[in-house]
């Protein structure tokens, strides 16, 4: 093997590229583009499952497509690896975790929203310069 060969690449199992996707959705934050910088992290420098221009043309693709990079991109690598069904869990895996986040926190104001302690924290909000001071209270 020549010394400028490039790393031996490796295949990721099903539960692997699940365990990432989850990985990557819990603190992926910033949007789409400032995560395929982790995705490319780990998918080429850490994991060695994509070269270096096979994500480049996977973050191509994904920008292309309508929704976010990141969860395109993680479905892109999904679908090479394991077919429609690593796509389908590539996103759902990257997705599950703000989804879940949205849904905890819709339920903590569904159940919570109308305590009379809640509907004093917008009014302090705005005592400390917060809110929208254009709103005039009659």
Known sequence: MPADAPPPRSRPTLLELVSAS????AIGFGGGLSVLAAIRSMAVARKAWLTEREFSNTATVAQILPGGAA???LACIGLRFHGVRGALAAYAAFVAPGAIAVLALAWVYVRFGGH???GRLP?????????DRRRHHP
């Open 71 to 73: 969860s395109d991109a």
């Open 22 to 25: 989850l990985a990557l959705g």
């Open 116 to 118: 009379p302690a809640c």
């Open 123 to 131: 009014r302090r909000a705005e005592r400390r310069g917060g809110g």
